[in-house]
């Protein structure tokens, strides 16, 4: 009991056991965050593009070295298992796939969708540069 409240504290993340549900839940709120900020990266550049070529030779420079590239990449995944996930829980806000062994599929799905469509991107991407 918290504060000498006979009212019980919530459950804290050290009380659950791990379940793949539980991290697909975590890794969602966290790539709703990286997106965010890759989205600020993606901003900068589109404005520096308006801004002249001194401005867009800058921002080109940082998001073409190994760092810009990595965080673009990691955008991308970000990107794709925040679509994924999102189609798991309009699949769940449809009544289906609540047992346990099917939303833990879900998250598998969801996971290795993210990573494939990423390295897809990436290669077309490539290819096409």
């Known amino acids: 009991m918290a504060n000498g409240s006979s009212r ?11 379940q793949w ?10 790539t709703g965050v990286g997106l965010t900020i890759g989205t600020l990266l993606l901003t900068w550049w589109l404005v520096a593009a308006a801004i002249g070529p001194d401005a867009f030779a800058r921002a080109q420079k940082f998001i073409g070295s190994g760092l810009g590239l990595l965080l673009m990449f990691g955008w991308t995944w970000a ?7 999102g189609i ?20 598998y799905i969801a996971a290795g969708a993210s990573l494939a469509l990423t390295v897809l991107v990436w290669i077309i991407g490539l290819v096409a540069w």
Do not use: C, K
């Open 79 to 85: 990107l794709f298992y925040h679509l994924a996930n």
């Open 8 to 18: 019980p504290l919530s459950p804290h993340l050290q009380v659950y056991r791990f």
């Open 21 to 30: 549900t539980m991290a697909g839940s975590i890794t969602h709120r966290i």
């Open 88 to 107: 798991r829980h309009l699949v769940w806000d449809a009544g289906y796939g609540f047992e346990l062994p099917s939303a833990e599929r879900g998250a």
